[in-house]
């Protein structure tokens, strides 16, 4: 099971994460509590070992805006969130970075359908921490495909079993309050998933 721990913005939140085995490690920069600007994104992903895959997560934005971002931050991937077409993922192809497309259930669900590497499937309102129907799209997507979308330890073997993802992703599930991280959850998190397996 594949785990990505995102909207990071402290190193010692940073170290836990790896330490305790994630697969990759989500900055947000976009208009959130967990906004981080492209060079704190640098600084933070400068701590992260190779096999980590850095991931800059935007909602939104144009592709200009994205590729500005990436290349200061030097993040290894781009999560794009909200109603993009697919010419904006035609356009960031040369940037050299693995490609997430984030939607809700209802959009096309076939991980590559718009070129993408990753699909991730996530509640209406990412980065709310709530809840959703998370069976309603078991057996829906295809290829790697990441479920995010009010997860936390305590409900995300829950989470698995009943939609059958590749790869899982967490923000407000390891934190105390909106944007404030805390390692005891993270570490959690990455337990609870691991001994799924
Ligand atoms: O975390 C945010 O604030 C955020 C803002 C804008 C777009 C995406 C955001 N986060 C993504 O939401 C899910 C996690 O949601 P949850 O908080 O665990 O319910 C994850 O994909 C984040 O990358």
Not at 129 to 142: E, F, K, L, Q
Not at 175 to 182: F, I, L, N, R
């Amino acid at each position: 099971m594949y785990v990505k721990i995102c909207g990071l913005s402290e190193p010692e939140h940073v170290a836990v994460a790896v330490e305790a085995g994630a697969d990759a490690i989500g900055f947000v920069m976009t208009r959130s509590p967990r906004q981080v600007t492209p060079e704190r994104a640098a600084e933070l992903a400068a701590l992260v070992p190779g096999h980590v895959l850095t991931v800059g997560v935007f909602r939104g934005e144009d592709p200009e805006t994205v590729r500005a971002a990436a290349l200061v931050s030097g993040v290894r991937a781009v999560q794009l969130h909200g109603k993009h077409p697919h010419e904006d993922f035609t356009a960031l192809k040369d940037l050299g970075r693995r490609l997430v497309r984030a939607v809700d259930a209802a959009a096309d669900l076939r991980c590559g359908a718009y070129d993408e590497d990753l699909l991730l499937v996530d509640a209406p309102h990412a980065g709310s921490g709530r809840p959703w129907d998370w069976a309603a799209v078991r057996g829906r997507p295809s290829g790697h495909w990441m479920l995010a979308g009010g997860l936390d330890p305590s409900n995300v073997t829950e989470a698995i079993a009943a939609a059958d993802p590749w790869g899982v992703d967490v923000s407000s599930g390891v934190e105390t309050s909106p944007g404030a991280k805390d390692s005891a959850l993270i570490a959690a998190f990455l337990t609870a998933v691991r001994s799924e397996r």
